[in-house]
């Protein structure tokens, strides 16, 4: 199934899988992680909590720095530093 999806066009080339992030976005545009369901309340779409930072994107939850256990488990449930487990492929500009 072919899906379509709105990507920055400054946003880096998507990792190979099991490479580390280097905010691409794909995968948050495409779908919510655990973290981001609860957050945009759906199954289905782009994370709300996405945000483009001019040069990458990054997750919302993450900004404003949180520390402590509050970091621990917003890094744990978007799976930071696990490397992409993203396997949709990205088509090349037209």
């Excluded at 794909?26 to 483009?52: F, H, I, M, T, Y």
């Excluded at 890094?75 to 993203?86: H, Q, T, V």
């Amino acid at each position: 199934m072919k899906r379509v999806i709105e990507i920055h066009p400054d946003a880096p080339a998507k990792p190979a899988v099991g490479q580390p992030c280097n905010g691409c976005g794909v995968c948050c545009l495409a779908e919510p992680c655990p973290l981001g369901v609860v957050l945009s309340r759906r199954l289905k779409g782009a994370c709300d909590a996405l945000r483009w930072d001019g040069a990458r994107y990054v997750c919302g939850a993450l900004t404003g720095r949180p520390s402590g256990l509050r970091a621990w488990l917003v890094r744990r449930w978007i799976s930071s530093g696990s490397g992409c487990d993203c396997t949709l492929e990205v088509a090349g500009k037209p």
